[in-house]
Nanobody, 122 residues
Framework: QVQLVESGGGLVQAGGSLRLSCAASGSIFSIDTMGWYCQAPGKQRELVATITRVGSTNYADSVQGRFTISRDNAKNTVYLQMNNLNPEDTAVYYC????????????????WGRGTQVTVSS
């Protein structure tokens, strides 16, 4: 079985920073694209940032220049450094990954973490 576990969320004042981590564990052969999504109350889940295995990144316009996504392939972990946070960033942040499992390496399966709450006060 494969699990994604997020950590690093919390309460921060506007202008502050947080660093989220997401570690993948289980019977993993390799991981393709990893990413972060967020869902605010009453809104749909939306893309924050993604990163490919070789480090190509993609960001939502709203976080460009403030957030940085990175990954450590040896640790099967993806990070999201969030700077200059504002109250509009308040949401549950979910980790997402396309994972190839041992014995099923020809097929990438999509997995989600359970999410971590980020709250930004004004």
């Amino acid at each position: 079985q494969v699990q994604l576990v997020e950590s690093g969320g919390g309460l921060v004042q506007a202008g502050g920073s947080l660093r989220l981590s997401c570690a993948a564990s289980g019977s993993i052969f390799s991981i393709d694209t990893m990413g972060w999504y967020c869902q605010a109350p009453g809104k749909q889940r939306e893309l924050v940032a993604t990163i490919t295995r070789v480090g190509s990144t993609n960001y939502a316009d709203s976080v460009q220049g403030r957030f940085t996504i990175s990954r450590d392939n040896a640790k099967n972990t993806v990070y999201l450094q969030m700077n200059n946070l504002n109250p509009e960033d308040t949401a549950v942040y979910y980790c997402n990954a396309d994972i190839r499992r041992h014995g099923w390496y020809w097929r990438a399966e999509n997995f989600w973490g359970r999410g971590t709450q980020v709250t930004v006060s004004s």
